[in-house]
């Protein structure tokens, strides 16, 4: 989950700082990892995106024009390549990435159902 | 994952882990996604950098084609212009398999790599492919 969407989503339509204390504490409870989406997830994902690009020989044109943009499609690539299960929300997606998104979503839920599978 | 054409690929020659894609009788006759870096950096992380660009540039060598879109190379494998693809989109690969069962014609094969994800590397056992798939 992106931790600067709580404002955005859980205190300004409520104005109640409570709601979002309230819902920290789930989410605490229930284990999320909280991904600050900053410069730094940026630059992981683009030190992975320029050593493709290297080895592989290919020039890829950029998914985002925008910084908005740069920290969506860092978001959901440190999401496709990291161990997180389910991805709570970001920004604003891209039509490419949303796919990606999407697909991944599937493929991690479909190992969720075999992990539960195997503990039940 | 890897997948294969079971026409072209015996199952007892199929790769069974990433490193045998790096044998010379794969050169030329592998797909490649040009966007996989999801894939890409996931390897790096389980490997750590220094295995795992390693492995990348020898790959690199083995003369792959390179195409855009998951759905294209799944297509083209399953028709046999490609003989394999280093790394599919799994989803896209399974809606492919039961539109084929469709018509009692499986064409490819599921291989999960145990490194395709950090939750499937601890994996101990490899997850068990339905034998319809195969």
């Known amino acids: 989950m992106q931790e600067t969407l709580l404002e955005e989503q859980f205190v300004k339509p409520s104005g109640r700082t409570d709601v979002k204390s309230a819902f920290m504490a789930k989410i605490r409870n229930a284990k999320v990892q909280m991904i600050s989406v900053d410069d730094s997830l940026s630059e992981r994902w683009e030190h992975y995106e320029k050593l493709f690009q290297n080895i592989f020989k290919l020039t890829i044109a950029p998914f985002y024009g925008a910084q908005k943009e740069r920290s969506s499609v860092s978001t959901v690539g440190y999401f496709l390549f990291s161990s997180c299960a389910l991805l709570l929300s970001v920004v604003e997606l891209c039509s490419s990435g949303a796919r990606q998104l999407f697909g991944t979503i599937r493929s991690k839920l479909a190992v969720l159902d075999y992990l539960r599978g195997r503990a039940l | ?134």
Request: net charge positive.
């Open chain 2, 1 to 134: 994952m890897t997948a294969y054409n079971t026409r072209l690929i015996a199952s007892t020659a199929a790769p069974r882990a990433y490193g045998d894609l790096l044998e010379p009788r794969w050169s030329g006759q592998l797909a490649f996604e040009q966007t996989a870096i999801e894939w890409f950096a996931t390897l790096l992380r389980h490997w750590g950098e220094d295995k795992g660009l390693a492995f990348m540039r020898r790959l690199a060598g083995q003369n792959l084609k390179i195409l855009n879109g998951n759905t294209l190379i799944t297509q083209l494998v399953a028709a046999g212009e490609h003989a394999g693809a280093v790394s599919l989109n799994g989803p896209r690969v399974e809606l492919h398999q039961a539109a084929r069962r469709a018509d009692q014609n499986g064409l490819l094969s599921i291989r999960r790599s145990s490194t395709s994800s950090r939750l499937a590397s601890r994996r101990t056992r490899p997850i068990p492919t339905p034998p319809s798939f195969i």
